[in-house]
């Protein structure tokens, strides 16, 4: 593995350091991943040996407050995790302690101790993973969506394996992608609603124990290591600019005062669900208290011209040949900027 990152880091050859603000999601090895969100242990781990190497791990508040100041190195780098996923306590946390890199948990409130997982993985567990045909009227909200696909053959992989990049040809794939694209804009309650009916129509398989949010109980053993700050992503996860003012603030605002209670710490950073923002949102979130926030813009930090509220991040995905995301950890200024 080592080889790997010094090929990549002479690749670089006098390409120029940037800050850069990580994001991740998941440390796990689900086995449906149609966004590329999870990193496994072994590739995380990888990612960590290579930063302290390479790069300056600093937490955010630091990261905020150099930034500010002009005094941010360029080689600093800041790890985020979007959601709260259980996994981020079993998988990452253990892993960040032994590499003693601080990172920042944005948390879903309206997720936390719920039984089923984020509803994005429990469609894609419910569609891709499911081995059975399918043929179902579902409805949701006020649509209804025909699902039609065949079983899985005998010989092959046990579930669909599609993934954002690839083209939506299986039935799988396409009742995927169209119930997430409706389900991703229906309120709370429609979208557990909708949810219910999908499960009746598709249950397959079991849930593990790391595919969950985490509880309260995580929330406070996360945040009792001085190396974990939590910050907010929202309570139900939506596109905030779909909401008018109020439900984008009562979104905002409830996140901040529950992620406050159950960490104990005061909670100074905001995700952008979706990266999903306009200069209303920012306006709320600055209000709210917050002393930065996230996007989903993938690029380098310019400390010569930046927005505290519209802070860039590069997606620490899952790719199978990895070379993407170490660019990046090395920090090519030049392409992450264009």
């Known amino acids: 593995m ?6 990549l880091q002479g690749m670089m050859g006098g390409a120029r350091s940037a800050p850069v603000i990580l994001a991740y999601h998941r440390i796990a090895t689900p086995a449906v991943d149609p966004w590329r969100l999870a990193v496994s242990p072994a590739q995380f781990r990888a990612h960590l040996a290579f930063l302290t190497r390479h790069r300056r791990p600093m937490a955010m508040k630091e990261f905020i407050s150099r930034l500010k100041a002009r005094d941010l190195p360029p080689e600093a780098v800041a790890l985020t995790f979007d959601d709260g996923y259980r996994d981020n306590l079993l998988n990452a946390k253990p892993l960040l302690l032994e590499y003693a890199v601080p990172a920042t948990i944005c948390l879903a409130t309206g997720y936390i101790s719920k039984r089923h997982e ?7 567990r419910l569609t891709l993973g499911h081995r059975d045909g399918a043929k179902s009227k579902i409805h949701l909200g006020d649509d209804v969506v025909e699902v039609t696909f065949a079983p899985m053959p005998m010989e092959g992989p046990e579930v669909d394996p599609w993934q954002d990049s690839d083209p939506v040809e299986s039935g799988r794939a396409r009742a995927y992608f169209e119930l997430w694209s409706k389900l991703r804009d229906l309120s709370w309650e429609k979208r557990e609603t909708s949810l219910a009916t999908i499960r009746e129509a598709l249950e397959s398989g079991t849930v593990d124990d790391e595919s969950g949010p985490v509880d309260e109980s995580d929330i406070v053993e996360l945040a009792a290591q001085d190396l974990i700050e939590i910050g907010a992503h929202s309570v139900t ?8 003012p109020e439900e984008q603030k009562r979104e905002i605002c409830e996140s ?22 306009d200069p209303t949102t920012q306006d709320l979130v600055r209000r709210a208290g917050f002393h930065w926030a996230c996007t989903t813009h993938s690029a380098c930090v310019d400390v010569e011209c930046f927005d505290l509220f519209a802070l860039p991040r590069v997606q620490a995905v899952n790719r199978p040949d990895m070379p993407s995301t170490l660019r990046y950890l090395s920090g090519i200024a030049m392409a992450a900027r264009t």
Not at 258 to 267: A, D, F, H, I, K
């Open 2 to 7: 080592r080889g790997i990152f010094d090929r």
């Open 118 to 124: 984020f509803w994005w993985d429990e469609l894609a």
């Open 237 to 244: 996860h939506p596109r905030l600019t779909t909401l008018t």
């Open 256 to 277: 901040k005062e529950v992620c406050e209670r159950l960490s104990g710490q005061p909670v100074l950073g905001f995700a952008y669900p979706h990266g999903d923002f």
